[in-house]
Nanobody, 125 residues
Framework: QVQLVESGGGLVQPGGSLRLSCTAS????????IGWFRRVPGSLHRVVVS?????????SYADSVKDRFTISRDNAKNTVLLQMNSLKPEDTAVYSC?????????????????WGQGTQVTVSS
């Protein structure tokens, strides 16, 4: 059974950091593009950053997170990490990871084959 499980969300003060994990089971994560998306109530998923299949993690789609968020892949642990620094209240959302077989790190949610359940990130003082 193919599954993605996110963890690491929580409540953090503005300026703080969190590290989210997306751990895969039932697949070889390296064969998949992995995207991190976020969603606030009443809106659609918006891409944050993504990794293309084969290991390269260098794609960022959201200007608002550049120089603050870093995505990395640990193939040995079948995990993709999202390090979030200098968090702002506007970063508050449910963060989800998604996988696309042999993908190119698309920004479009519809291109992804399966999703994790999401983890809540709340930035508030």
């Amino acid at each position: 059974q193919v599954q993605l499980v996110e963890s690491g969300g929580g409540l953090v003060q503005p300026g703080g950091s969190l590290r989210l994990s997306c751990t895969a089971s039932g697949l070889t994560l390296e064969d998949y593009a992995i995207g991190w998306f976020r969603r606030v109530p009443g809106s659609l998923h918006r891409v944050v950053v993504s990794c293309i299949s084969g290991g390269n993690c260098s794609i960022s789609y959201a200007d608002s997170v550049k120089d603050r968020f870093t995505i990395s892949r640990d193939n040995a642990k079948n995990t993709v990490l999202l390090q979030m620094n200098s968090l702002k209240p506007e970063d508050t959302a449910v963060y989800s990871c998604a996988g696309e077989f042999e993908g190119s790190g698309s920004s479009r949610p519809i291109d992804y084959d399966f999703w994790g359940q999401g983890t809540q990130v709340t930035v508030s003082s």
